[in-house]
């Protein structure tokens, strides 16, 4: 099969998952999309090497994370505002509940990137925090920190109550 | 702790939620089907490792041995990336349908005398079977040992990002995906599921009936091991001390509250430790700072140490003769220090290695050098391991090594990529390294070098 007919084929049957990812670590569906796109023309140049991956959309998906962190890096100041953030009194309005995943979605995009796509990395796609590391490029204790030190920022945000955590940041 | 539990458990479900009610435009893949007409294909990207910058003129160095272990198998029969079998209480098969092994886990305890833990191919109704092999010859060929009847295959095969042993597995049940053998008949292989030992050389094996094992390292002759208390990760560490052939474990942690995400690190005649110094519910865990203490006793008593990074550290690791170096990993502060044996404080600080090559098409090169992984032999020989921080995933991992405890350093030569850096172990056994780069995604042999790096000899595993 020559590159442009497997790049199709792959583009069928994987595109709405790889959308799903960034959809995840972008928040918005324009940036989801073109976050897909700009990997796909990232990659295609040498599609033989996606090709012999093991798991070709586990590799397109490792260089979307790269892409994305590595993008937004080069962007810096550039970057338009992908997530509508809570404010406070949207904060205090769900203080009672850990479950209101609108909530829970909106904190998520309060953090940092990497802490993004290592939480959607791990909860979203279950990955193992040794391939979290790889992907990231980064140590297993760095994954964890971040993991750990996002999901503390989100349940601190969520309710000033719940599991004797304060509410409002230092 | 069942609140953070639930915490994540709604994380999850709303990543769920949030992924399934998005959709791209309609004519998405239309335009993803264009990409084609104006990016054409070229011949891949190759980083020529000799135009790297050499930081000093190479050395000639007393040859280490090190086994680098870069593992994996082109699987072509793989159960639903969401099969979920029930528990089986059956013995392993030891039928293999099809060459190949699939390691989750390997240690050598000398150049020849190694270990591996994995998955095979075999005719069962989930396709691989949980199995533990032993190579007498550094890696030539190996022979299986015993496991526990009734475990489950590993699930870290890289396939959908696997989820080796936990219950986001594809086979989720009892499971062990690490191993590391004292002598040829004390040894220990576990997960995050489970933990077994053996006094008789992986024959028999006894049930420790302990979950969420992080970390387990030899010191003398006691083993220590990082233990979490539930399945979450904000769950307070534990760390625990054994005699090797016996079964019961003491608690040695050095701080007896607010410890968290701990990790044995060094693996010299010393045990060092490294966890974020904070509660789960303390509310300020998001901004805890990582700490590191250091035990000459096996856990006995600590010390807390400073390594005295500008930021965070990115790595730290023992040597052989019971120094310490330290890699610090901040935005602002890139260095190497070094704690000789019998010191109290670290020395001068030395810039890292650092490589600027790499990008990919229209991606330029980012001269940030991603934090590495450092490895001390010695006070005076370290390894420390460099990646460009490019914007694609193809930039290699690239071996320096230094005998002067940082000040200069030697390019060795590059680690394959997607070699996962902290899959890269060291291993002090005397004044030689070891470390295993694992790969599931591209290498199916085991890979020897006996100069540092410098070349390689592929082995397959070679089941007699």
Redesign the interface.
Known sequence: MS??AS??SF??AH??TL???A??LTGT?PA??DL??ET??????????VL????P???VR??LT??YL??R??RGGHDIAMWDLPDATAAGDVAES??N?DH??QL?GSLSERQRAA??????????D??I???L??????V??L??????????Q?SPT?????GGR? | MNDVQNFEDEIQAMLADKERAASPAADFVERLQAVPTTRKPRTAHRVDLRSLPRWTPPLLVAAAVAVVAIIGLAITSSPSAHERPGKSNSPIPPKISTPGYFATGVQFRDAQHGYAIGNVPCATALHYCATLLRTDNGGATWTKLSLPSGLRPADDQGVEGGASCTSQGRYYGPCVDQVLFADADHGYVWSNHSFYSSNDGGQTWHDGKASYVRDLVLVGNDVVRVRELAACSTCPSTIERSRVGTTSWSDVTPVKTGIVNARLVGAGPNVEVDFLNASIDDPQLDKANWVFYRSTDGGGSWLKIDPGCHGDVADISGGFDGSLAASCGGAADTTVRVLASGTAHFGPAHPAPRVTQGGSGSAPANPYTRSARIIARSASDLLAFAQPNTLAETAPWTEFESTDGGATWNLVGGIAPWTPIDAITGYQLGPFGTYFPLDPNAFTSLRITTDAGRTFKTYSFAIQ
Not at chain 1, 119 to 128: C, E, N, W
């Open positions: 590159d442009g790049f199709a583009v069928d595109s709405r959308f799903g990812t959809y995840l569906t989801a999309e897909v796109q796909l023309a990232m990659l295609y140049p040498k599609w033989e090497r012999a991956a093991q798991a959309v586990a590799y490792r260089a790269n892409v590595s993008g890096r080069a850990v479950v995943r829970l979605w998520l939480i959607v990395l791990k909860y979203f796609h279950a990955m193992a040794a391939d590391a790889s992907t490029g980064c140590r297993v204790a760095t964890r920190s993991i750990s030190r996002g999901v503390a920022d989100m349940r601190e969520s719940v599991n004797g955590m304060r230092s």
